[in-house]
């Protein structure tokens, strides 16, 4: 937990999950610049339910909001290589490789990693057996999506490309010039080859804008990335873990279709992979997506 206290002319950041206290340097009414970039990586989920308007004297929690996420201090060099480093081991798994401009949306992604939104859902119906969810029926609502496609070599290639385009736009690279947040899962939609079993080569990746922007979408400085707006879509969805590839993606189309058995409700031609963590996870949080044919 973090906490700001004052006495008449001295405030203190007090960390209690590792009993730390920290004496802000300068008077009560200079705190726009107290935080070191770790202490305000940790607190930035807690500190904020926890300061009043006059603990701050005149100090809102707008502008501290601001001072976090718009001006952050930059890593130090050895926290930016290992961070590097780490996203292109995980990117050579997917035979990619990360480029040096990806260094400033890789960091700022880390620093907003907690600040995800969750994309919102109507839930529909559940199917359990023996305690286990076998699957579920969802309804997503119409909204704005940023969506990439992309047709390289391999489906994980693909996927990783476009993800790397949407960093960028998520920030800066838009016609707001800052950081826009972004929602989970980010949704990859494939289609079937002619022969019923591999996957065609364009896939399209997207996430769902985040509430604050949906009635005024920014643009992307990218033309490869359009700001579409779609229709509700109505899911029946199953988990699984671990890499998104061609092949682990083929089983679970496979494996849901045994369970649901033959129906023509159901697209068999296209179905969507939503990820919900980063690459880098390990055992990592996913759903395949069949898509009905009506909502």
Avoid at 95 to 123: A, C, D, H, K
């Amino acid at each position: 937990m973090c906490l700001i206290t004052c006495t008449m002319d001295r405030c203190y950041l007090t960390v209690t999950t590792v009993e730390q206290r920290f004496p802000i340097p300068g008077p009560r009414t200079s705190m726009s610049h107290i935080l070191t970039s770790s202490q305000r990586i940790f607190c930035r989920s807690k500190v904020m339910a926890l300061i009043s308007l006059e603990d701050l004297d005149g100090l809102d929690d707008e502008q501290l909001d601001d001072d976090i996420t718009d001006n952050p201090e930059p890593m130090d060099e050895d926290e930016s290589e290992r961070l590097m480093s780490h996203w292109q081991a995980v990117a050579s798994t997917h035979q990619v490789s990360v480029p040096q401009e990806m260094r400033g949306p890789i960091q700022e992604m880390t620093r907003n990693s907690q600040q995800r939104e969750p994309l919102p859902f109507t839930p529909i119906s559940s199917h359990e057996k023996m305690g286990e969810v076998q699957y579920e029926e969802r309804l997503y609502p119409a909204g704005h999506w940023a969506c990439v496609t992309r047709g390289d070599d391999l489906y994980e290639q693909s996927i990783s490309m476009a993800f790397m385009k949407l960093m960028r736009f998520i920030c800066k690279e838009n016609s707001a010039g800052r950081y826009l947040g972004m929602t989970v899962p980010v949704i990859s939609y494939i289609r079937m080859a002619k022969d019923g079993k591999t996957f065609e080569k364009d896939v399209e990746t997207a996430f769902f804008l985040p509430a604050a922007l949906q009635h005024s979408p920014p643009q992307s400085c990218d033309p490869d990335i359009s700001i579409v707006y779609r229709q509700p879509i109505r899911v029946v969805t199953r988990p699984f873990f671990g890499t998104t590839t061609e092949e682990t993606v083929g089983r679970q189309i496979l494996l849901l279709w045994e369970i649901l058995g033959a129906t023509d409700e159901l697209h068999s031609d296209r179905y969507a992979v939503a990820v919900y963590e980063n690459p880098g996870v390990p055992r990592r949080r996913n759903e395949l997506w069949f898509i009905r044919r009506d909502v």
